[in-house]
């Protein structure tokens, strides 16, 4: 099944009002982009798995200064859903959205939204409509963290077959149960890689 894309990108700068910041387009460095292993924020080491997302963390303003998202940035669900798993990671929580009207198989799409603190009234289970917001940036810096607050977004196909309740970063990596996708792919929205 084709994939419709997502305006995520444009729903983050009108949730987060990214105009009165001089928002021009979103921008990324290698370490940031599906299936890298370079760390963005420690050149000195590797990721140890490949990145399973996209990090959104930074855009380029109209003058051309890169702009860092700020804790409590807003964060809208790219597509209708189901909230499937709300579940600690290290800088946060992830949010694991269940879309089940995209199948392909005995698998259902399902989006990712990781290092967020969820909204008190978000809990597995509930349904969720497109651009609604999921929770906030987790604030990195009172977890000391030398990590900027950031979206992890992961989009996958998942078999049916893995208990939701199961779902982790582990799980998101074996890939018998989870068939990963690029997110730029399906990411509308002008973007810039900086080398
Ligand atoms: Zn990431």
Redesign the pocket.
């Known amino acids: 099944m084709l994939l419709p894309s997502t305006d995520l990108f444009l729903r983050l700068v009108a949730e987060n009002e990214l105009e009165k910041r001089r928002f021009h387009q979103w921008v990324f460095n290698p370490g940031m982009l599906f299936r890298t292993v370079e760390k963005w924020w420690d050149e000195s080491s590797a990721r140890g798995i490949p990145?399973e997302?996209l990090?959104v963390a930074a855009f380029l303003t109209r003058g051309g200064q890169v702009e860092w998202l700020l804790p409590q940035t807003r964060i809208p669900a790219a597509y209708n859903g189901t909230i499937a798993r709300i579940q600690k990671d290290f800088l946060g929580f992830s949010c694991f959205l269940r879309h089940d009207q995209f199948q392909r198989g005995d698998r259902f799409l399902y989006s990712v939204y990781?290092h967020i603190e969820p909204l008190a009234s978000r809990h597995e289970g509930d349904t969720i409509a497109v651009g609604e917001i999921l929770g906030t940036l987790a604030d990195t810096a009172r977890r000391n963290s030398p990590i900027r607050p950031h979206l992890?977004f992961s989009l996958a196909w998942i078999s049916s077959a893995v208990p939701e309740q199961t779902l982790n970063w582990e799980t998101m990596n074996d890939p018998d149960a989870v068939i990963l996708i690029d997110p730029l792919a399906l990411l509308t929205g002008a973007f810039s890689v900086m080398y």
Do not use: A, I, P
């Open positions: 990145h997302g990090d990781g992890h």
